[in-house]
């Protein structure tokens, strides 16, 4: 079955009006692109709880999520790849459509720098995640390269502007959660200098057509206020465990909060505590909390 919290399809199209067949009730993608939207404005914040496969993917829609996230991290690893732009894009592309015809929420992805050396790569790149059916994407300006841990200002802007216009040529008005990295790389000498140096790039990105900013890194309440009020966009957190909790970040303004890759690292934990009982002592006690078979199986087509 096809699971989530708000009757939304998840047809693969790229078409403002086009359907899924099956569903005499579903939705367009440009309406399902409006919804996501709409869950950064409303005043509470839209917290995810990333997947990295359609199991993960579902059983967050299943919890009542109004949307799945996926996270880059979880994907490449379930898929044999290092995180960092290792990923085949087809991989990724693939993984995401598989995701979006198994939930009935809004869906958006983590395309990490957007699998392309090139702003017109990025395109590319925005073109097969929306004839997957996403409606968001996370794009972030850290790259694999010895010319400094951060793309510059320019090049970002480019390839954030690439997407927009691919987007728009689509047809869809898709998220664009422009990640900057100054704070989970340290960028800048000082706070104060890395402050206003993730306002710079959150302008620029803005202007390039982006229509929120992620500072994952981050979770200082005081900073993440300060972003609020200096960045005229939602602005996004990643949290952890010793984060401020979804309603402190509410009280600051902050209008959405990611797991980022944490809840595909404790599942991967557990997969090593249990092989490692089992190995060792002979036991089996680290699975005891387990999901049942009924559960996971009834969230899927027979």
Not at 128 to 156: C, F, K, T
Not at 200 to 225: E, H, M, Q
Request: proline share 4%.
């Amino acid at each position: 079955m096809i699971v989530g919290a708000l009757c939304f399809t998840a047809a693969v199209t790229t078409s403002n009006t086009t359907t899924g067949p099956s569903d005499p009730h579903a939705t367009s993608q440009q309406d399902r692109a409006k919804a996501f939207h709409g869950l950064h404005t409303g005043g509470e914040v839209l917290a995810l709880a990333n997947a990295w496969d359609v199991a993960s993917a579902a059983i967050a829609a299943a919890a009542g999520s109004p949307a799945v996230a996926t996270t880059s991290a979880g994907v490449a690893w379930s898929l044999g790849a290092a995180d960092g732009d290792a990923l085949d894009r087809t991989l990724a592309v693939d993984l995401v459509a598989r995701v979006v015809s198994a939930v009935d929420v809004p869906v958006t992805a983590d395309i990490e720098s957007g699998f392309g050396a090139t702003a017109a790569e990025v395109a590319d790149t925005i073109r097969a995640v929306l004839a997957a059916g996403a409606v968001g994407v996370n794009i972030e300006d850290s790259h694999a390269s010895e010319n400094g841990p951060l793309r510059a200002v320019a090049e970002q802007s480019d390839r954030l502007a690439a997407a927009r216009a691919a987007a728009d040529e689509a047809g869809v008005d898709l998220y664009l959660n422009a990640r900057t990295d100054t704070y989970l790389r340290g960028v800048g000498a000082d706070a104060e200098e890395r402050f206003a140096e993730t306002v710079a790039r959150a302008t620029a990105y803005l202007a390039a057509g982006a229509s929120g900013i992620f500072v994952p890194g981050l979770t200082d309440l005081d900073t993440l206020g300060r972003l609020v009020r200096e960045i005229p966009a939602p602005v996004n957190a990643m949290v952890h465990p010793g984060a401020p909790s979804v309603a402190e970040l509410k009280a600051v303004g902050v209008a959405r909060a990611s797991l980022g890759a944490a809840i595909a690292q404790s599942a991967y934990a557990l997969a090593r505590r249990a092989t490692e009982e089992l190995l060792g002592a002979g036991t089996y006690e680290s699975v005891t909390d387990a999901l049942s078979w009924v559960e996971l199986n009834e969230l899927f087509p027979r």
